[in-house]
Each structure stands twice: as C-alpha cells, then as structure tokens.
C-alpha cells in the first residue's frame, strides 16, 4: 500500500514546527513564528486558503540538524514533509518558497528538486514569499531590499547563499512589490464595507441608549412638584 498522504492543518504544522526549531534554533524560530502571522495576515486580506500558513509555519524546518540531507533546506524540508504524509500545496510552497529553485540551480540541486516537486500555485507562492521576505531574522518588520542587504551580509561573499541572492534579488523585489500592491488595493476596497459596518455599530448604540432613555421612569419636574403642592 502507498503512504496515506494527508493535509496537516495550521495548529498542527505549528506544533511540529515547534517541536523542530524552538529550542535548536531560537533565533530561526523567531523568524518563523512572525512569518507565519503575516502569512494570517496576508491570508484573510486576499481570502487565500491556509495552506499559506501551514508552510509560513513548516518553511524553515530543513535547517532542523537531524533533517539536514543535502545542506539546503526547501529540500530537505520538503522531503521530511512528504516522508511525513503531508502532500499538496504545503509541501511545494516549502520545497519552493522564496525563489528556492534559483538557490537549488547554485547548488547545483536544481534537478533533483524539480524531479521530486511540483510547483505550488503561483499566487501562493508570490504571497509566501512577501511574508518570508518581509520578515527579518528576529521577526521584526523588514523592507524586502532591506532583508536581501543583511542576508548579504551575513553570510558574506562567495557563499551559495549570496550568490543565490544576487541571482534572485530582481524576481524577489518585483513579486514582493506586486504582493504590496494587491494588499494596498484589497484594504482600499474594504474600507468602505469597515466604515459602514462601524456606522452601523455606532447607530445601533444610539438607538440602544435612545430606548434606554425612554424606558427610564420619568422624576416630576420641580414646576409640577410645585404647583401640585399649592393645590392641596
């Protein structure tokens, strides 16, 4: 019999990402733990299914050391994943995330990931890739020239890594620009639906108070008092 392939859900992709990354490597977990409120974030603006959290959650877990096959990490993710059970668009967005298979070609992995993974849906994979690349290493909010600058940096020239972002620097920037602008658009056309939720909010709490106010029992008004008592 093959391997029953499921479809691991957000709260479970947390867990066994947690269970990989926390205590070995706190300082990626931070990375990964903000990825993957943005990716909520991202998710509810343009109404994307959360196979986008599942991997903001899982996208990291080849850096684990018991996971490392081949020192790059989409892939050993990927595998681990698919070893696992999961199958579908989690394993893809992990295998592929971010431009991963220009940083296969350097390493010269670019066949064995293509052979062993098909890519995830496009419009996934450019909103994974905002979230990644907006997040810098300790979670913290990152413009995505910014996050390519200090990735640089830390790793130096002549690294696989820095040479994969020289190669993948311009597609990284344009889809992360392209993600920006679909978001600035979908919050521009929900502001109207918000602001007239919150006029109805407001209006309703105006009747409530009105109706309170009608129901309240009424005191005699001091002139009444008055001229009642001068005619007893």
Known sequence: MGTVKVVV??????ALAETRLAQVL?????H???VAQRARSVATTLSLPDDLVAAA???DIGYAPELAETGFHPLDGARFLRRAGVDGQVVSLVAYHSCAQIG???????????AEFTPADALLSDAFLYCDMTTG??????????????????????????????????????????????LTAQARQNLPLLCSGLYRIAGLARVRR???????????SSWRAGASACSS
């Open 57 to 59: 959650w899982l996208h």
């Open 137 to 182: 290493p300790d979670g913290d909010y990152v413009r995505p020239a910014d996050r390519l600058a200090e990735i640089r940096e830390r790793y130096g020239p002549g690294h696989a890594v820095t040479k994969f972002v020289e190669l993948a620097a311009s597609e990284i920037l344009t889809t992360a620009e392209r993600v920006a602008a679909m």
């Open 9 to 14: 859900d957000v709260e479970a992709a947390a």
């Open 26 to 30: 706190p300082r990626r977990w931070r």
């Open 104 to 114: 296969a070609d350097v390493r010269g992995l670019g066949a064995e990931l293509a």
């Open 32 to 34: 990964v733990r903000a």
């Open 210 to 220: 009105a109706m309170a106010y009608v129901g309240r029992p009424r005191a005699k």
